[in-house]
């Protein structure tokens, strides 16, 4: 049985229905019915996280996050339920927080029942395995490993560290060897024994929050909801009391200053205040943080752009522990000259909160604030099912029942007491100010988990005193109202709308693509422009200037878009490789005013002295910066560099960018933009006359300055080719790193040039393999905590992409992966006709998964476009012809791509520690650019005929 908690507040444009309800366990369960749902979807969220680990046991919910998943009384194969889930249409994860864990998965939509099944046992029965203990603890510990040398990482534990230690915001969150066996074993504690009592102890139904999402009616997922979590047992745990505060007066008032692994110069201001989770309807944190990070004229970042002392500002309020403590942060990307200034830019930080108080709580802004949040949730997208899942299951007993949907967005309790109070906080004496920069730290600290160098000192009385009687700073103000809220909400009617992207101009200086939305009912519309230049990446010098001209544009406008941005109005303007890549979309009313504007100061775009020298001075960073990125995470720029006609190195650009001034830019800016053809797409809700409006526009601004001029056929194109590998060969290129341990591997079979009918086949190969991979690979073989494979699918290339991050060196993650796909030849030998279908009938719901946003569709769209293929019927085409795939095709798949033999061609991209050699059987690439002249280009893709109105 089961109890209706009452109505749930929903979304005018939101065409799902709602059902919350408390089982007689006290399990709360939100049930969410969508006639045509793609996937089912299901979470599960335990109020309980790291802050109940025992201080003796650091990361131990962690750990059980691990362990809860390896097998049930009711299904003991440990495996069991990852691969239902990835061999129907899914993917299933979970995380660890301070005060929840949270486990979730998402299904096709007609296979929730089962999947639901395997899901609840893992909370009525798990069997944690003794025999899986030592490995998931490698797996716990390789993932902290993987996280060593990020920043965040880095510093959020390093706050933790430096509060107080009887607190347990103190402790390690994530957990390690150290924690979770050789320091418990040192001390005589018996791990497993502790985890199965911490799960006794906190693991309850009445702890725990269930939501689902499917096409089942309301009342049958409430009988699923009874039926497979009713036997989740109630112990009438407890949940965790609030613990206080983190931070006494010994650990505020501090100056810290951090040496981070990335380049880097950040400040960061930092206060404990009182949580607001209560008061949600008042948000007195989203209110100040609106205004302290405004990026408007008068605000704080304003003027330290005049000053030259930051680049960006942002302002954030995060929950510690609810209706206890949170945190209000302020941080600030300096320039050199901040750096020196970082005194000055604290006063200016306290000027600006003086300010505030001075003019007191304002209504309007308050106002403002909630009628953006309003027009928010009335037209709220959808996203996945199975993000839905997770973050409502985590927030169910954190709210009553009528807004655990609108929370986030109902801002409808005029509160300036509580603004006013939280504000009080905002004092110097409450302060710990953060300064990260490269550098020597002489006596510096260590922090024990990750190795970070730090110093702490107290800041002295003078510094506060004069922060805190520092007087009124003239160019600080509040911000004027925001003109880009929309008054116009008019859907536009489209008495025949075409099903694909309509061609409605083509000449020689462009194409104008317009499809209407026909889905979503939104007032909103999406604009993407390519500005095809042939200069733009014709050398590594044009390459950096375009980049640099892109940085400098988003520089000039920061402070007049930043109003549009508040009112969900975007736009983008990105260096490509075929030119500059312009976007504009939001609410249709006031778009056509954001559009203007971009283009009056992309053709007109001023040349600051000292704007030019700092985002000359952050996109220097940003390209030493690479190779501090995890080694994964490089891995697919360094496949560019080796298989595309045009890529250029970090190093290669850095040399060109250390010659260029403001003159060059100047100079160039002209040439870049003289000869042009542009190809936009424009989607949403506007008409077919406005779509050719916004093209004349573009077209219109350009030639107003004498730019534009057509370009001829051959240089249209938006491609930038690939190259192939020769059959039969074995190629490796690698990089080095001085700063991870750990070594990268993205390693390709090639394929071939791209048709739907070998799409349609590595497609289902790749769906195949996908959880025997990861089991093989990362939960047996326990290579790493990065493992997986995937289809990878570039201008028009196909290949079979597998990519691991390992404490293994390179030649043993491709002997590994190859050994693994030896294996596969019998694993396709002894599939069933019923497993094969299964898969076939996964990547057919893949290919037929509705778009979920406007954006999401624009987005697929302009791929179609910028790759030249024009295919917008491509995921329809494709799910007909996956079902005459048969299992015999596949095997000649394997056989002809995947298998040792002569047409078999491998790449392996590798980032590894230094001094790492290279086996024999393997050709290494010293010189790219004479590899790659030995090496064919793939031809460029005819498009497919579309329809002109």
């Keep these: 049985m089961a109890t209706d908690l009452g ?159 009887a607190h347990p915001y103190h402790h390690f969150s994530t957990g390690s060897k150290d924690t979770l066996h050789t320091a418990p074993q040192a001390a005589g504690i018996d791990v497993r024994q502790a985890l199965l009592d911490f799960h006794a102890r906190h693991y309850s139904s009445n702890m725990m929050s269930l939501v689902l999402i499917g096409r089942e009616s309301l009342d049958q997922l409430q009988e699923l909801a009874i039926e497979m979590f009713s036997g989740v047992p109630n112990t009438n745990a407890q949940p965790m009391p609030p613990p206080g505060q983190p931070l006494g007066p010994a650990q505020t008032g501090k100056r810290f200053k951090v040496i981070p692994v990335r380049q880097a110069r950040s400040l960061q201001l930092q206060f404990q205040v009182p949580d607001d989770t209560a008061h949600f309807r008042a948000q007195p944190g989203h209110y100040l943080s609106h205004l302290v ?188 109202p925001n003109e880009f809220i929309p008054t116009d909400l008019t859907l536009r009617v489209h008495p025949a709308p075409p099903a694909v992207p309509a061609l409605l101009r083509e000449d020689a200086r462009g194409k104008v693509w317009y499809k209407p939305d026909t889905r979503f009912s939104r007032p909103r519309a999406v604009i993407k422009v390519a500005l095809v230049t042939p200069l733009a990446e014709a050398d590594p010098t044009f390459a950096v200037i375009s980049r640099l001209y892109v940085d400098l544009l988003k520089e000039s406008l920061a402070e007049y878009a930043y109003a549009a941005e508040l009112a969900s109005l975007h736009y983008t303007f990105d260096s490509t490789r075929y030119g500059i890549e312009l976007g504009v979309g939001g609410y249709t009313d006031k778009l056509p005013v954001l559009l203007a504007r971009v283009l009056e100061r992309a053709v007109a775009l001023p040349v600051d002295p000292a704007k030019f020298a700092a985002i000359k001075e952050k996109y220097k960073r940003a390209l030493m910066n690479f190779k501090a990125q995890e080694p994964y995470m490089q891995l697919t720029f360094l496949t560019s560099m ?148 995937s289809v990878s699918r570039t201008s028009g290339s196909l290949h079979v992409q597998f990519i691991v991050q390992s404490s293994s060196l390179p030649a043993v993650l491709d002997e590994r992966i190859l050994a693994f796909t030896a294996s596969v030849e019998t694993m396709l030998a002894d599939m069933t006709p019923a497993e094969y279908d299964d898969h076939v009938r996964t990547v057919i719901s893949r290919k037929t998964e509705k778009f979920k946003s406007l954006a999401e569709e624009g987005s697929f769209l302009w791929n179609e476009i910028r790759t030249g293929f024009c295919m917008f019927t491509r995921r329809e085409e494709e799910a007909a012809l996956l079902p005459t795939v048969t299992k015999d095709d596949i095997i000649a798949f394997y056989n002809a791509y995947i298998k040792e033999g002569p047409q078999r061609a491998l790449l392996s991209i590798r980032v590894a520690p230094a001094g790492t050699s290279v086996e024999a059987g393997v050709t290494l690439i010293n010189d790219r650019a004479a590899t790659k002249r030995s090496w064919a280009l793939l031809p460029l893709p005819s498009s497919s005929p579309q329809a002109k109105m």
């Design 7 to 165: 109505p749930v507040n929903v979304s005018a444009s939101d065409d799902r229905t709602y059902r919350f309800i408390q089982l007689d366990n006290g399990l709360l369960a939100l049930l969410i019915h969508g006639d045509d749902e793609d996937k089912a979807a299901a979470a599960v969220s335990v109020s309980v996280g790291s802050l109940s680990d025992p201080p003796e046991l650091q990361g131990l919910a962690h750990f059980l996050e691990h362990m809860l998943f390896l097998g049930t009384a009711k299904y003991p194969n440990e495996d069991e339920y990852s691969a239902f889930i990835e061999s129907h249409g899914g993917s299933q994860n979970a995380y660890t927080s301070d005060s929840c864990t949270n486990y979730y998965f998402v299904v096709s939509h007609e296979y929730l029942r089962p999947a639901l099944d395997r899901f609840a046992q893992f909370f009525i029965s798990p069997l944690f395995d003794a025999s899986c203990t030592e490995r998931e603890l490698n797996a716990v510990h390789s993932e902290h490993e993987k996280n060593l040398k990020q920043d965040a990482w880095r510093f959020h534990q390093l706050n933790r560290h430096t509060c107080d230690p």
């Design 293 to 480: 990070g405004h990026e408007g004229p008068g605000s704080l970042l304003s003027f330290l752009k005049s000053k030259d002392w930051a680049t960006e500002l942002m302002s954030g309020f995060s929950t510690g522990f609810k209706d206890d403590f949170a945190f209000f942060t302020v941080t600030i990307e300096l320039t050199e000259a901040g750096l020196a200034a970082a005194d000055d830019i604290v006063c200016a930080y306290f000027q600006y909160v003086t300010m505030l108080r001075a003019c007191g709580v304002q209504k309007w802004i308050f106002d403002e604030c909630a009628q953006l949040r309003a027009l928010a949730f009335r037209y709220k997208d959808k996203v996945r099912a199975d993000s839905y899942c997770s973050s409502l299951a985590r927030v169910l007993r954190d709210y009553p029942p009528q807004h655990v949907l609108d929370h986030p967005y109902a801002m409808d309790d005029w509160r300036p007491d509580l603004i006013a109070a939280v504000l009080e906080q905002l004092r110097p004496e409450n302060l710990r100010l953060w300064i990260r920069t490269q550098g020597e730290l002489p006596g510096a600290l260590t922090e024990p988990y990750y190795g970070t160098q730090y110093t702490e000192e107290p800041l002295t009385p003078a510094q506060l005193e004069a922060w805190a009687r520092a007087p009124p700073e003239p160019a600080l103000s509040m911000p004027p």
């Design 642 to 789: 080796v298989l595309s006609e045009r890529c250029y190195a970090q190093h290669e650009r850095l040399v060109e960018l250390e010659a260029l001034t403001p003159e060059h830019l100047t100079a160039t800016m002209p040439l870049l933009l003289s000869r042009m053809f542009t190809e936009t797409l424009v989607l949403g809700n506007m008409t077919a006359a406005e779509a050719l409006v916004v093209d004349d526009v573009i077209k219109s601004a350009f030639a107003a300055k004498g730019y534009g001029r057509p370009l001829a056929p051959i240089e249209r194109t938006l491609l930038v080719r690939e190259h192939i590998l020769p059959l039969g060969s074995y190629y490796a290129y690698a990089e080095e790193t001085e700063i991870h341990p750990t070594s990268a591997v993205a390693f390709y079979f090639q394929v071939g040039a791209e048709t739907l009918a070998l799409k349609a086949r590595l497609e289902i190969f790749c769906q195949i393999i996908k959880s025997a991979c990861f089991a093989q690979l990362r939960t047996k073989e326990q290579l790493g905590y990065i493992v997986h494979s």
